[in-house]
């Protein structure tokens, strides 16, 4: 499998980015494709998962209601549409996945891919 991270930039507080993720190497269809980030200093947290089939999304609280995570099946791509972003958003956002997929979503070593990630910094 591999996920390929693209979208990051550097962006003033309030301003929006939309990062993208190709994925290849297998179908996807029981995976849990989602975005992790670590800031400086800090653990990999995680933002948001989708299933792949079917479309649940799960969110962090910290970027409910500003982030939406979204994917094209067609294209084997997943998207992270981030508004209203803040500071505290800037680190380095991962795309992972994990098939199958697992309710314990929110943790980093249930993920067995990672991609290579690419930096978001948000400037106050």
């Known amino acids: 499998v591999q996920l390929q991270a693209s979208g990051g930039g550097l962006v003033q507080a309030g301003g929006s980015l939309r990062l993208s993720c190709g994925a290849s190497g297998r179908t996807f269809g029981n995976c849990a494709l989602g975005w992790f980030r670590q800031a400086p200093e800090k653990e990999r947290e ?48 991962y795309c992972v996945a994990r098939c199958p997929h697992t309710v314990a979503y929110y943790l980093a070593n249930e993920y067995a891919y990672w991609g290579q990630g690419t930096q978001v910094t948000v400037s106050s």
Not at 50 to 70: A, E, L, N, P
Not at 72 to 90: F, G, I, R, V, W
């Open 46 to 93: 995680f933002v948001a998962v989708i299933k792949w089939s079917g479309g649940t999304t799960f969110y962090d609280d910290s970027v409910k209601g500003r982030f939406t995570i979204s994917k094209n099946t067609a294209k084997n791509t997943l998207y992270l549409q981030m508004n209203s972003l803040k500071p505290e958003d800037t680190a380095v956002y």
